[in-house]
């Protein structure tokens, strides 16, 4: 197809037809400021950041929606485009809460980068603000309306992302704001607690609830014995909040921060992850061999869970009913563990780091108490973590690498690592089932055909003898078309593995905020992938790549839980799931 030829900034540039202005511009190298923009997802030119002027036209244009054409002039810092900028940014900050040295974003929001860039020192508009809201209600995400700048970005990633739309623009005008229906508290309609809209959100409307001084004060609390354990994702996100870049895995510099903070016991959910899988391919097995409900769907995601039991309710009998794996870890610290070291359970702090905001709504399900005791005490972000570090006045990248804590629950495998990335759960699962059912060593442990950053993954396997199907999805978008045909009965998978966000956990609601200048594809690095490479490359590297071959797995069966499916298994490590109302 013929190219378009243009101008930018005098700059001869090619186009393909059907571009935009700003698409043009990045591809050129020539980056325009946005704000409402994201790629993929939102492209409205509502917020006008991005205008531009065009030789001969009279207005000027939003680069972001504006159509290229061929001989068409464009300048995209003229005096008139970067005065029409700077106006429209004093004109948002003028309605704008400006605590920004004590705002969770402070450094890292688009707007505070876009007003250090147009050289705004005063702002010129004065007047009245807004009526704010503020929502700290929900048990992972708070909502700040004083921070919104009204771009849209978490409206249409909640409804293009996950497919369920529950934030809109309500009231007109002056009085415009973002919210549920009716304005509604998170906590009160059927939000996943995913953080998706998070992610996206350019400033600090939108943030997780703080836990971290929580944390603190059970650290210093001599009557708690504190222990912490850290997903398989963390590794591959942390080190970006102390500039390292995207992918680098930081396992055992994170162990290292974590024993100096003062946690009592440090320990790697991996080893949870593979008991998951004993748990979990054990139910699939026993379904298959006895005629289960199928297809089997893991439930390692608790914003999927969530999405289910709000959307899905007539599908629930075809989640597992295994615990996700840092909630199995809870529950055997808060017995086992507790056994063997002569502790009240009660007297047992067990953090979790995730890099997930639904894990917070997890923890407080009435489902995850034993006898009043909960499972998980508290659950800190991988950006609180990294905020937790440096409150310790910790010098992350100058720390040595140290090993977890190797007692009882060090050993963890490969296949427990690669749960942060969508497909991870299934290969995981297919290494331990395959090989238990046929009873023998697999010829080749990567099962290749689950990994990836596609939305939704296919693959058909021999399993002794059997034609086993399985699919794997994330996001809800995703998953809606799997979840259809299981509804009306036309679903031919075995076993399919659901996560909540696109990528899976590497790109989790409570990960470290990848910039707009990465994600609308200024700078061309894939995230997701980089993060998911991190975890592959590390359970290549483990001497021990398959759950079920875990010695300390092994040694917990037969010195405590027996084997999987147990009485016992079941009453620590299994749950239910129940029908949740759309609106409260």
């Not at 992302?161 to 529950?166: M, P, R, S, T």
């Not at 016991?265 to 998951?276: E, F, G, H, I, P």
């Not at 509804?487 to 989790?508: K, L």
Request: contains cysteine; hydrophobic residues 35%.
């Amino acid at each position: 197809m013929t190219k378009i030829n243009l101008k930018i900034n005098n700059i001869p540039v090619q186009a393909e037809p059907g571009s935009t202005i700003l698409e043009a511009a990045r591809e050129a190298g020539i980056q325009i400021p946005t704000l409402c923009y994201l790629k993929d997802v939102n492209k409205t030119g509502a917020c006008r950041v991005c205008t531009v002027e065009i030789k001969g036209a009279k207005s000027l244009g939003a680069s972001c929606v504006y159509p290229v054409s061929e001989g068409m002039e464009v300048f995209t810092n003229s005096q008139r485009a970067l005065e029409a900028r700077k106006h429209t940014v004093e004109l948002i900050l003028s309605n704008h809460c400006d605590d920004c040295l004590s705002c969770i974003r402070n450094q890292n929001c688009e707007l505070q980068k876009l007003a250090q860039q147009l050289g705004i020192r005063k702002v010129r508009y004065e007047g009245e603000k807004t009526s704010p809201t503020f929502d700290e209600v929900a048990p992972g995400i708070v909502r700040d309306t004083s921070k919104c700048v009204l771009c849209g970005r978490c409206i249409e990633t909640c409804k293009k992302v996950q497919g369920l739309g529950i934030l809109s623009f309500i009231n007109r005008g002056f009085n415009t704001k973002v919210a549920p229906v009716f304005d509604r508290s998170l906590n009160d309609v059927n939000c996943m607690q995913c953080g998706q809209c998070v992610n996206a959100c350019p400033v600090g409307a939108l943030y997780e609830k703080e836990d971290i001084h929580w944390v603190i004060e059970a650290l210093n609390d001599p009557e708690q014995h504190v222990i912490v354990q850290t997903a398989p994702a963390v590794r591959a996100a942390l080190g970006e909040e102390f500039g390292l870049p995207i992918g680098t895995r930081v396992t055992g510099k994170m162990a290292a921060a974590l024993r100096r903070i003062g946690f009592d016991r440090v320990y790697d959910t991996n080893y949870a992850a593979d008991l998951t899988i004993m748990e979990e391919g054990h139910e699939f097995i026993e379904r298959v061999q006895n005629h289960g409900v199928l297809p089997m769907i893991t439930s390692c995601s608790p914003g999927w869970i969530r999405y289910c039991e709000f959307e899905y309710p007539d599908l629930l009998d075809h989640l597992s009913s295994c615990k996700s794996p840092h909630m199995m870890f809870g529950a055997i610290l808060k017995s086992y563990y507790a056994q063997t070291h002569n502790l009240d359970p009660r007297k047992i702090t067990v953090v979790s780091i995730m890099p997930c905001t639904a894990k917070k709504a997890e923890v407080v399900r009435p489902e995850m108490r034993k006898d009043g005791v909960a499972d998980v005490d508290v659950v800190l972000t991988t950006r609180e973590l990294g905020r937790l570090i440096k409150m310790y006045g910790i010098n992350f990248e100058n720390l040595p690498d140290e090993d977890f804590d190797q007692d009882m629950f060090g050993q963890y495998s490969g296949a427990g690592v690669i749960f942060g990335a969508s497909g991870g759960v299934m290969e995981a699962a297919l290494r331990t089932v395959k090989e238990t059912l046929e009873n023998k060593p697999l010829e080749s442990l990567d099962f290749t055909v689950v990994r990836g950053m596609e939305g939704v993954k296919t693959a058909e396997l021999e399993v002794a003898g059997m034609k086993v199907k399985v699919a794997v999805a994330s996001s809800m978008s995703c998953a809606k078309p799997l979840l259809d045909e299981i509804r009306v009965g036309t679903s031919p998978y075995h076993f399919i593995e659901i996560m909540g966000c696109p990528g899976g956990c590497i790109n989790g609601g409570g990960q470290p905020i990848i910039s707009a200048t990465i994600r609308n594809g200024f700078k061309p690095i894939d995230w997701k992938k980089e993060r998911a490479k991190a975890l592959y490359d590390e359970d290549a590297m483990q001497s021990v790549r398959k759950s079920h071959e875990n010695p300390q797995i092994i040694a917990l069966y037969e010195e405590f839980l027996k084997e999987p499916g147990s009485h016992l298994a079941h009453e620590l490590l299994h749950t239910t799931y129940s029908k949740k109302e759309r609106f409260k």
